[in-house]
């Protein structure tokens, strides 16, 4: 079974630009988060999506920050305009039932993402 | 505001030791407490979860211990080896939400 996949694994672009991040999760996997960790902090929450609805963006910094997941599959998180503070590794992870609530959450590789 | 302290220095130990993480919070008191495996340029990889009203969890060579008094988790890995060199993050659910709230990890390096 694949796990829980994230491209571009790597991204570099100028401060002032868009970029889009895609996460898929584990097929039958109806919750799904971003989390960002910003060097030398701890991994963040960024926001929880329940199949295509946001349970929970309370972790999104700024309006700059748009997440979709149009058909409860896949989510993609833009940054737009990027600024250099963006800068990090953005994870995405995937539960089938709300993590919340004790179930396991399985995290995939990360986008590593450098605004200049 | 909810923090939670891991230690930062990394911890260096020889192997078959046992590898003692520590995980202190404070100004909150968490349904639930996670430890994760992190490997260079990978996610975190689930290990354990233990409950608040569980003192003790334990799997093959990890063993979690939780004090809701000390406000502490430790978590231990008995006979230890280099192939356990990792960051060990623990995480704690934020009450009354859903979401984690993540330490910055400790680097356990095991020396063979």
């Known amino acids: 079974e694949a796990g829980v996949t994230q491209f571009p694994s790597h991204s570099v672009i100028e401060k002032g630009q868009t970029v889009t991040l895609r996460c898929d999760p584990i097929s039958g996997h109806d919750n799904l988060y971003w989390y960002r960790r910003v060097m030398g902090k701890e991994i963040k929450f960024l926001l929880h999506f329940v199949k295509e609805s946001k349970q929970d963006e309370s972790g999104m910094p700024n309006n700059r920050f748009l997440a979709e997941r149009t058909g409860g599959t896949y989510s993609t998180l833009k940054v737009q305009p990027a600024e250099l503070e963006d800068s990090g590794v953005y994870f995405c992870?995937?539960?089938?039932?709300?993590?919340?609530?004790?179930?396991?959450?399985?995290f995939g590789p990360g986008t590593r993402l450098l605004v200049l | 505001s909810q923090k939670i302290e891991q230690n930062s220095e990394a911890l260096n130990i020889q192997e078959g030791k046992t590898a003692t993480l520590t995980c202190n919070y404070t100004n909150y008191s968490p349904a639930y407490l996670q430890w994760y495996r992190q490997d260079p340029g990978r996610g975190p990889v689930f290990l354990l979860l233990i409950r608040e009203n569980e003192k003790e969890k334990r799997k093959e060579r990890l063993k979690v211990t939780f004090d809701t008094t000390l406000k502490q988790s430790l978590f231990h890995i008995t006979a230890s080896q280099p192939a356990d060199s990792a960051t060990y993050l623990c995480a704690l659910l934020s009450s009354g939400t859903y979401k984690y709230i993540f330490g910055t990890g400790t680097r356990l390096k095991v020396l063979a």
């Open positions: 992870a995937s539960s089938q039932d709300i993590a919340g609530l004790g179930e396991t959450q399985y």
